[in-house]
């Protein structure tokens, strides 16, 4: 043993005959060790004083999984709190729990997040991930799939893709939502709705975009649907979208941001002085808390990153049998928590 009162890593190494990397997988509970050989080096570090015996127990049972959350980087203030949220959640974590990381993928960068997914797999067990509808990124999920890392898309998915499990909304259902809200809540006999999202790419943008063309045709065939706006989830970008709209169509009487940074479009609403545009967005962040309460913008979609976070977590840990949508939360300026 090493002069030192504290046993060392070494120190189980040499007593278990194995390399000083094998020890560091067992002790961090990381994957790639034979079961026999982690039993062996779990003995070792109790019969040294290394681990307690209880603490040894806690270890021999079965090995928490490895876990990666992926999710799109940029300036989405529902994605940066969800990535808060996800490191928060790590801060927290108990010895049994998963052992989780999260990184952020250059938003809309199908190769990108393709790469990531095949990069941390060799780490994994399973991973979270904000999916972009891309061949590249449905070949490399089918190929880490195979390769027997879970995998399970959030927020917005890949369609029916073999083996990969979602957790998320009902985005069909959002968007007719959407488009109720806006038809019911503009009491307009005529006049112009604008969609402005994040990008078709993600299948829960094109998703909601239909959701609420079909409640339009069906309920609301009064109201002219003009073309769908892409402002890439950036604020700067949405606000310059809605300017346009508002040139465009001065009969403009509503507005869905399926997509993030709706503080752009409150923005220009209020310069134009149209705050009487019903407006509806995603995602209860600061930006569309303040929205709210000045009332730029009438109602907020969310899914609670916690309750995303954890339900995500489970449908890696169990993936049978195939996860129900999330429940759907709306705020008003009225039911602000």
């Not at 997988?25 to 994957?31: A, C, Q, T």
């Not at 026999?36 to 015996?53: D, H, N």
């Amino acid at each position: 043993m090493t002069d030192s009162t504290k046993p060392q890593l070494s120190d189980i190494a040499a007593r278990a005959g194995v390399s000083l990397a094998t020890v560091d997988r067992v002790i961090n509970r990381r994957k790639g060790v034979k079961e026999r050989t982690r039993g062996r080096v779990l003995e070792i570090a109790r019969e040294i004083g290394f681990l307690s015996t209880e603490d040894a127990e806690r270890y021999g049972t079965e090995r928490p999984l490895n876990m990666v959350m992926l999710l799109p980087a940029g300036s989405n203030p529902y994605l940066r709190l969800l990535g808060e949220r996800v490191k928060a959640r790590i801060g927290r974590s108990g010895i049994n729990d998963p052992f989780l990381r999260c990184f952020f993928i250059e938003s809309f960068d199908a190769t990108a997040l393709a790469e990531a997914l095949r990069k941390n797999a060799a780490w994994a067990d399973a991973i979270a991930f904000f999916a972009i509808e891309h061949p590249e990124v449905r070949e490399a999920a089918l190929e880490v799939a195979a390769g027997g890392t879970r995998l399970v898309t959030i927020v917005s998915d890949l369609g029916t893709l073999p083996d990969v499990a979602h957790v998320g909304l009902d985005n069909r259902a959002v968007g007719r939502t959407a488009g109720l809200l806006i038809g019911r809540l503009g009491h307009a006999d005529t006049g112009a709705v604008a969609l402005v999202a994040g990008s078709r790419h993600y299948r829960a943008h094109s998703e909601r975009e239909a959701g609420f063309l079909s409640i339009q045709e069906e309920m609301f065939p009064h109201l002219r649907v003009i073309g769908m706006r892409e402002g890439h989830d950036d604020a700067g970008e949405n606000y310059r979208h809605t300017l346009a709209l508002l040139d465009q169509a001065p009969d403009l009487v509503g507005i869905y941001n399926v997509g993030g940074s709706s503080s752009g479009i409150s923005r220009a609403l209020r310069e134009r002085d149209k705050t009487t545009v019903t407006f509806i967005g995603h995602g209860l962040t600061p930006d569309t808390r303040r929205a709210l309460l000045e009332g730029s913008m009438d109602a907020v979609f969310d899914q609670d990153p916690d309750l995303l976070i954890e339900a995500a977590i489970r449908a890696l840990s169990q993936p049978e049998p195939r996860p129900r949508p999330l429940r759907l939360e709306i705020y008003f300026r009225e039911n602000l928590p």
